[in-house]
């Protein structure tokens, strides 16, 4: 069974930094490109961040980019997004995926709560 399970989400003041992970297990990680993409309170679902299944290929949302850094560990199936210099429209639930290629995602996690206030 697929699992992928989200942590590290919280409160967090206007230009402060939070580590998200997602721990997967169930398939073999590092064959798979993996996504984050958030879901901020009333929208729809906005792609984050991807990277390739070994890690030295990423990309991201232009309204993230140069804050956000995506990794991953396959040796402890595990994803990563580090956020920096936060903001309040970053404020979402955050989500891993499993990712197929053209916006296609096959599994996803339950979600990590991200919210900036101050």
């Known amino acids: 069974e697929v699992q992928l399970v989200e942590s590290g989400g919280g409160l967090v003041q206007p230009g402060g930094s939070l580590r998200l992970s997602c721990a997967a297990s169930?398939?073999?990680?590092?064959?798979?490109?993996m996504s984050w993409v958030r879901q901020a309170p009333g929208k729809g679902l906005e792609w984050v961040s991807r990277?390739?299944?070994?890690?030295?290929?990423?990309s991201y949302a232009d309204s993230v980019k140069g804050r956000f850094t995506i990794s991953r560990d396959n040796a402890k199936n595990t994803l990563y997004l580090q956020m920096n210099s936060l903001k309040p429209e970053d404020t979402a639930v955050y989500y891993c995926a499993k990712d197929l290629g053209r916006a296609q995602y096959d599994y996803w996690g339950q979600g990590t709560q991200v919210t900036v206030s101050s």
């Open positions: 169930g398939f073999t990680f590092s064959s798979y490109y």
């Open positions: 990277i390739n299944s070994g890690g030295d290929s990423t």
